[in-house]
């Protein structure tokens, strides 16, 4: 008999749910029910698709059976099964990196930690909240031989061949002494209505109990086991909405999300026409924490008339919504649809572009709270939407929202639209990585003096890419103020005449300063400020940066434009400087401060420091 070890992650959530996850115990059977349920599901496509598993008299269940004598709990199913080499993959190791982000994510907060123990696909290991023992007894579909995976939780496990008449698995699971109530009948049936009630298939409850037969002296007592139904077994999306109360809707996304918690969201709907499908889909109230993985998991189950298909097609939605869950039941979709064929199948093409606009249309519905809510969460997944989805990009366009210059919270296009003026057309904006450098940027003196609103976009590494390709929002121009005119209330014939006056002094800056600018000019944007960098919008370089992030490379850095403030006074005695040393710093520092205000770092620390200090002790 074989000993094996626990993958180390493994190990670690062993011994997290032995000592520390105590406060949803129960949320085990729901995790155990959910597994049989889709190991039901993956037989039930088999038996009505493949000759060789074509069964007359099978038809799934789920059975549960309590033992008050052995103080065990069984729970186990007649789905597809498992042999050796799954029971070891599936059990004693996690092919997904899912158990590490799981730890990660650890909060310290017992309630909070349970409830993230479904969303990682880690459920299995939930039983160990209360067991001090599991058996796993399980047989594959189409083999001969069954195989038992034993544990006792504390980091070795085995996997011997037993026998087994039918295909499916039962998991054995002998309970702490202290974990008794989950051997009472009306627990276990509160637990499976509360999780489980719309699971597709019957959860049979096995259960001995007392019964009093005679009366007077003939009484007798005798144990009797007796089994009921103990759900209601009905695909929920396909019952009419009229049927269906909010908390039916609940229970149900909470068994299929592994979520404690309500959804933000959900709609269910039932198209009839050239192809006819039911959509069932819910927005979770918290992103789904491999939501940015490569390897995330999808949220949408593809059903053919209500059998199931697959849990992993991450093509039914576009990306960008994978964090939605839900159902899609096709009633068009031959049921032997290959994976390959779903790519491009045209009926399927048509729910995807379906599903996408009502998902869209439902979440610019959402109102006050939870349309914070959702922003908070999935902001940055709708502006990837904007940059992926041209079919649906005036609905993102109209969800994304923005910091701003002049406005509290978040703000749509719309919102900024409405408030702006209407004969120029322009959105203005300005891209970076840190808010309270962006809010402090001297780029943003005229707009602030002027009273014109600007978009303050923080999360540089998708605004960046994303608001240039955007263009115009319903006809306003999307416009930079790191690479536009600034707005003032000089004529080109007053700011050429500034120009003019200061030309020795920008020219002589831009020698000292040599190749580590692109020009120094004047400028009419400042007005605290004595100086200011910006990109040259003419510069080759100044679009190329959508191409080196989709190809996986930081962007060289092209060459700045310092604008000096003609009226500043640090400026105007630069000007009458003779000191050609004192000058240089200054030009330097002109130049390096300006940087510094737009989160540009200095190139070369060391000089910036000296000079600064050299300037103290002049000023000194």
Not at 52 to 66: D, M, P
Request: aromatic fraction near 8%.
């Amino acid at each position: 008999m074989a000993k094996h070890q626990f993958q180390t992650e493994i190990g670690q959530l062993l011994k997290l749910m032995t000592h520390s996850l105590y406060s949803n115990k129960e949320i085990f059977i729901r995790e155990l029910v959910s597994n049989s349920s889709d190991a039901i599901d993956k037989f039930n496509y088999l038996s009505l698709t493949d000759e060789a598993f074509k069964e007359e008299e099978w038809s799934g269940k789920v059975f549960i059976k309590l033992d008050t004598e052995d103080n065990s709990l069984t729970i186990g199913d007649n789905g597809i099964g498992m042999n050796e080499q799954d029971l070891m993959d599936h059990l004693g190791t996690i092919a997904k990196s899912g158990t590490k982000a799981f730890m990660e994510n650890l909060t310290g907060d017992a309630a909070k930690d349970s409830n993230l123990i479904g969303q990682f696909g880690v459920g299995f290991y939930s039983v160990f909240m209360v067991a001090d023992q599991v058996d796993v007894v399980s047989k594959k579909a189409g083999e001969e031989q069954a195989y038992k995976f034993s544990t006792d939780g504390t980091g070795e496990y085995e996997v011997t061949p037993v026998t087994k008449e039918s295909h499916g698995t039962v998991i054995y699971i002998k309970l702490k002494e202290d974990e008794k109530e989950f051997l009472e009948k009306d627990r276990i049936q509160t637990v499976v209505k509360k999780y489980s009630n719309h699971i597709a298939y019957p959860i049979m409850l096995t259960y001995t109990e007392e019964v009093t037969e005679g009366e007077g002296d003939e009484k007798t007592t005798k144990m009797e086991t007796k089994t009921e139904q103990i759900n209601a077994a009905t695909a929920l999306w396909t019952l009419p909405k009229s049927e269906l109360k909010k908390e039916d809707y609940v229970e149900f996304y909470q068994t299929i999300a592994h979520d404690s918690e309500e959804p933000l969201t959900y709609l269910h709907n039932k198209v009839e026409g050239a192809s006819e499908f039911t959509t069932l889909f819910y927005i979770p109230k918290k992103a789904p924490m491999d939501m940015y993985r490569p390897d995330y998991t999808p949220g949408v189950k593809l059903y053919v008339k209500r059998v199931f298909i697959t849990d992993d097609d991450k093509e039914l939605l576009p990306s960008y919504l994978r964090f939605v869950k839900g159902i899609i039941d096709s009633e068009d979709l031959p049921l032997n649809v290959s994976r390959e064929l779903l790519q491009e199948n045209k009926i399927l093409a048509n729910i995807k572009q379906t599903s996408t606009k009502k998902i869209l249309q439902a979440i610019k519905k959402l109102k006050d709270e939870d349309a914070a809510t959702f922003i908070s969460q999935y902001n940055r997944m709708m502006k990837e939407g904007v940059y992926t989805d041209h079919v649906n990009k005036e609905l993102l366009l109209d969800i994304v929202k923005y910091k701003s210059s002049t406005q509290e919270g978040l703000v749509t296009f719309s919102d900024y639209v409405s408030r702006a003026d209407s004969e120029k057309k322009e959105i203005y904006y300005i891209v970076g990585e840190d808010e309270k450098v962006l809010r402090n940027s001297p780029l943003l003196e005229a707009y602030n003096k002027a009273n014109i609103e600007v978009l303050i976009m923080d999360d540089n590494e998708v605004d960046s890419i994303v608001t240039p390709m955007i263009g115009t929002y319903k006809e306003w121009a999307l416009k930079d103020i790191t690479s536009i005119d600034a707005p003032d209330s000089k004529t080109e014939e007053e700011k050429e005449e500034v120009a003019k006056e200061f030309k020795a002094l920008t020219d002589k800056i831009k020698e000292v300063l040599g190749g580590e600018v692109k020009d120094v000019k004047t400028s009419t944007r400042l007005t605290s400020s004595p100086s200011c960098v910006l990109k040259d919008p003419n510069d080759p370089m100044a679009g190329m940066a959508q191409i080196f992030a989709q190809m996986g490379e930081e962007m060289p850095e092209a060459p700045l434009i310092l604008e000096i403030n003609p009226e500043h006074e640090m400026v105007k005695k630069l000007d009458a400087l003779e000191d050609d040393a004192l000058f240089n710093d200054v030009a330097w520092i002109l130049l390096d401060s300006a940087r510094l205000a737009e989160g540009i770092d200095v190139k070369d620390k060391g000089a910036f420091a000296t000079r600064i200090a050299n300037l103290t002790t002049k000023a000194l």
